[in-house]
C-alpha cells in the first residue's frame, strides 16, 4: 500500500564537501587562489583553478607572498551541510544514509570548529528521522509521520502523495507525464479530498494541452512544406541522408504511436508533423475532460474518512457489526481492495 518516493535524490546534497583554496597575495598587489600541492624552504607549488574543468600547477617564490588568507574550510564546509535541514518529504533510507554520511564526515574533518555543535544537533535530527523512516513511517508536508499514523491514514496519505507528484510535474511543465498520473490517481482516489483540490487544475492543464495540440495542428500543412521546401535547397548528398533520417524518425513515431494505442494509452504522445497522434490526443482530451467534469467528486463518504473507520474499527477491537458496517462503507466510497485486503484478513481473525 505505501508509495514508493516519487522525489528524485537531491543530488546537490550529497556532493563531496568542496575542495577549498587559499589566497595568496602577491608583491605586485595581484592575488592568486590556489592549494598548497608541495612546499620547499622558498617555493610553493599550488594547484589553481582556472575553470570549473581547467586546472594547472603554478610554483610561487615564497620571497613574493606578502601574506596568505587561509580558507575558512570548516565554514565553507559546514554551508553545504546545512542545506540538508530540513530534510525534503519523501526521502528514502539510502538517502538519509547519505545525508547522514556527509554530516558525519564534516564532524571528523573539524571536531574543532565553531559549527561543530550545530553538526551535532543536525546529526541527532537526521538520525532520529531515519530511524522512523526504516520503521515505515514518512514525512510528508514536512512532518513525520510514524508507520502506525500511516497506516491508519494510508488511502488519504496515498492520495495527498499523487496531488503533490501531479502538481509538481505540472509545475515544471511535464503536463503529459503530470495528466497521464492523474488518470491513474482518478481511478483510485475519485472519492478523496485531493481529488477535488486537483480538478480545476487538471481542467485547466487539459484545456492548455488541448489548445497547443490544436495550433500544432492548424499548422501542420505549413510545417511540411517549409520542411520540403528547406530539402529541395539542400545539395543532393545532404538531401538523401536527411530524407533517410525523417524516414527513420517518422517510422519510430508510429511505432511509438501503435504502441501507445495498444496499451489503450488515454494522452498520447504527440509531435509536430505527425497528424494522427495529434487528432487521436485532441479526440481522447475532449472526451476525458468532458468525462472528468460529469464524475461526482463525492458519493457522501470520504474515501479517506471510510478507509480511516475502518482500520480503526478493526484495529480498534470493534465487534464484527461495526467492522461489517465500516467495511462496507468503505467499499462504498470506492477505497481499492489493495487497501482493504489486509483489513479484510485482520478482521478475520477477530472473535
Do not use: C
Request: charged content about 30%; glycine content about 6%; proline content about 3%.
Amino acid at each position: 500500500m505505501k508509495l514508493k518516493p516519487f522525489l528524485s535524490p537531491l543530488v546537490f546534497l550529497f556532493l563531496s564537501l568542496p575542495a577549498l583554496a587559499d589566497t595568496f597575495v602577491l608583491k605586485d598587489g595581484s592575488s592568486l587562489e590556489g592549494t598548497i600541492l608541495s612546499e620547499t624552504a622558498d617555493s610553493y607549488v599550488l594547484e589553481v583553478q582556472f575553470s570549473k574543468s581547467i586546472k594547472d600547477e603554478r610554483k610561487v617564490l615564497k620571497s613574493d607572498v606578502v601574506k596568505i588568507q587561509r580558507a575558512q574550510h570548516d565554514l565553507k564546509a559546514f554551508e553545504s551541510i546545512q542545506k540538508f535541514l530540513p530534510v525534503p518529504d519523501l526521502l528514502g533510507s539510502d538517502d538519509y544514509s547519505r545525508l547522514i554520511a556527509s554530516v558525519k564526515k564534516f564532524t571528523q574533518d573539524f571536531p574543532q570548529s565553531s559549527k561543530a555543535k550545530d553538526a551535532k544537533a543536525m546529526l541527532e535530527t537526521l538520525t532520529a528521522e531515519s530511524s522512523q523512516i526504516a520503521s515505515g513511517g514518512i514525512k510528508f508536508n514536512g512532518k513525520m509521520l510514524s508507520a502506525a499514523e500511516y497506516q491508519a491514514n494510508g488511502y488519504d496519505l496515498d492520495a495527498r502523495i499523487k496531488e503533490a507528484q501531479i502538481r509538481r510535474l505540472l509545475a515544471d511543465n511535464q503536463v503529459l507525464a503530470a495528466l497521464r498520473l492523474f488518470s491513474e490517481f482518478d481511478r483510485d482516489y475519485s472519492t478523496s479530498i485531493p481529488r477535488g483540490a486537483l480538478l480545476e487544475t487538471i481542467r485547466q492543464a487539459i484545456q492548455r494541452h488541448l489548445g497547443e495540440i490544436r495550433l500544432g495542428l492548424a499548422n501542420l500543412d505549413v510545417l511540411i512544406k517549409q520542411r520540403n521546401s528547406g530539402l529541395t535547397q539542400m545539395a543532393v548528398d545532404d538531401r538523401n541522408n536527411t530524407v533517410n533520417a525523417i524516414r527513420e524518425e517518422e517510422e519510430r513515431i508510429e511505432a511509438n504511436y501503435k504502441a501507445e494505442k495498444e496499451a489503450k494509452q488515454i494522452w498520447l504522445s504527440t509531435t509536430p508533423y505527425h497528424k494522427a497522434s495529434m487528432e487521436d490526443a485532441i479526440r481522447n482530451g475532449e472526451l476525458e475532460l468532458t468525462r472528468i467534469n460529469a464524475v461526482k467528486t463525492t458519493l457522501g463518504v470520504e474515501g479517506g474518512k471510510a478507509f480511516r473507520d475502518a482500520w480503526n474499527a478493526v484495529n480498534g477491537g470493534g465487534d464484527s457489526a461495526a467492522i461489517a458496517a465500516a467495511m462496507a462503507a468503505a467499499k462504498t466510497a470506492m477505497v481499492p481492495e489493495r487497501y482493504l485486503a489486509p483489513l479484510e484478513e485482520a478482521a478475520k481473525k477477530i472473535k
